[in-house]
């Protein structure tokens, strides 16, 4: 097998590891110099960290909107504390041990995510956060009830932590995992799930990430973060106040997020450093200090909507990469890339999938009906796919084209019909499995994820075939290295092979129409097809990039062996690229056939024409 090693001149996007790193340095020397108070505000950052870090891979990562991390950071105190004050559980088996539980509970309170969204997602949080708040109120033989809930460390088993410098160094320790915990949730296919839900829920679906399993997951991360932290704060303060974990703190842990930058572990980290040192270092004006706070705080969301951490990765593209390429500015490189690229690249792109026969019927569609209220988008639809074919479908507007690949990709459930793939039924299926069946597809809007890199984005295509799970994650395992980094040599030549590979590196969102189109060719591919469906495939793009595009899916067909079947409305292009096509309209297969006869078919002629039309002209 001919090796192909990728390169690109893409700078990377700064990842912030220095910056993060360098600052957990100078706070482990500063305790050596400050006072006992400024050790305690430092504990209290620690512990914002961890929370903010919860948040952020729930919110900024997947995207889910949620009120409730001030009730799981109280579960997570009020737990700790009851179990080592009371019953005498140690610390150090109390706090990993809530925090494992109540990320079961945030996966249940995950719940409503996969029904609602936005607002209403929120909406659905802040109802746990105020019955979390009314249990810590009410149960007062447990809690203590308003008066709150005295704890010291003797109860908590950790007497010989009494000294507060003591104390921060745990929680510094803690908050270091935490950071490399996140870190690597990130770097891994469960982080790649997450974002690209957070960017486009349709096309992360289609690519095999399975909605349910990962939005719960993020909350029940999220939850894990979130008692952790609370477990640390029941050892730093002396009382557990329950009008602490309600509404308002969670507004405030929000607030973390938000100033030091959603979607960055470094803004996880800014966000609380400024937010817990701003008031105190205004306490010289005390008698304006929640005017000045409140002020500083909105110049920075007006400012620096993206956070601080946006605006350093902002200042370092602008300042760093000023005299160096960005995404857009390869036309050397992009000129007939792909065509050049092909060749040498397509001998590491091997199929998972066992090689389909020739001749053999991949795709077998009979008598599909679907209705929308009144409307029959489809009509008994039928088609009948060979390996290695590639079969155009064409029709006029609202002839039921995407209807019909969208009832393919079960994203639609047909009302009556058979869909066989390869002999399995795709009724029986859910549209994230089908790609691990070998059954992929693009969108006629391109459907990318923006915010990741294009090599990010490749990735996430192979995330079916995968086996990284969490605990691989947060491990490292050997194994689970070892196939992230094929994975990302794989993403790598996929790129090359669409003639994207100088710009790996580069966000999604950065590339011109084109180009995108490209990227969600490459994606495709990275989940080792059988069949291919594109919906529009050619639609936008110019001449040259219609002739390299015909070159790429040519070499698809005859190099991987990948069966296509497209949705296309331009004629030059069908005729130019299928070997059979099928012709749909008002729902109803009207022909059949070789390029030659379909041009030549007189329904077809008028199906596009009018009958009125296609008599005059004949």
Known sequence: MTDLTVTTSMPKKPSGRAAIYGLLLLLVVIPFVASSYAVHILSTMGIAVILALGLNLLMGYAGQVSLANAAFFGIGAYAVAILGNRYGVPFWLAVPGVGVLTAGLGFVVGLPALRVSSHYLALATLAFVWTVQVVLVDWVSMTGGSPGLSTSRSGLGIAYLQDDKSYYFVILVVTIAMVVLALRIIDSRIGRAFMAIRDNENAAEVMGVNLAKYKTMAFAVNAFYCAIAGGLQAGLVRFLDPYEFGLWPSIWHLLYIVVGGLGSVLGSILGPLVLVALPELLRPFAEYRELIFAFVLLLT?????????????????????????????????EKSAALRNQARAATRLQSRHVPTAKNETVLEVEGLHLSFGGLKALQGASLSLKAGEIR????????????????????????????????????????????????????????????????????????????????????????????????????????????????????????????????????????????????????????????????????????????????????????GLADRISVLDHGVMIAEGTPLEIQGDSKVIEAYLGKERAVAEA
């Open 392 to 575: 155009a479908l064409i029709g006029p507007n609202g002839a039921g084209k995407t209807t019909f690949l969208n009832s393919l990709s079960r994203v639609y459930a047909p009302d009556a019909g058979a869909m066989r793939f390869r002999g399995q039924q795709l009724l029986d299926f859910k549209s994230h499995d089908l790609v691990a069946l070998g059954l992929v597809r693009t969108f006629q809007n391109i459907r990318l994820f923006g915010k990741m890199s294009l090599v990010e984005n490749v990735m996430v295509g192979m995330h079916a075939h995968l086996q990284q799970g969490l605990l691989g994650a947060a491990l490292r395992l050997p194994g689970a290295v070892a196939q992230a980094r094929a994975a990302r040599e794989k993403a790598l030549a996929l790129l090359a092979y669409v003639g994207l590979d100088q710009l790996a590196d580069a966000k999604a969102s950065s590339l011109a129409f084109g180009q995108q189109r490209r990227l969600e060719l490459a994606r495709a591919l990275a989940a080792d097809p059988v069949l291919l469906l594109l919906d529009e495939p050619a639609s936008g793009l110019s001449k040259h990039e219609i002739e390299e595009l015909l070159g790429i899916l040519r070499t698809i067909r005859d190099q991987l062996g990948v069966s296509i079947l497209l949705i296309e409305h331009n004629m030059n292009f069908v005729m």
């Open 301 to 333: 969301l007006i400012y620096m909507p993206e956070g601080i951490a946006g605006k350093l990765e902002e200042f370092w593209r602008r300042k760093v990469l000023s005299r160096q390429a960005v995404a857009g500015q390869f036309p050397e490189l």
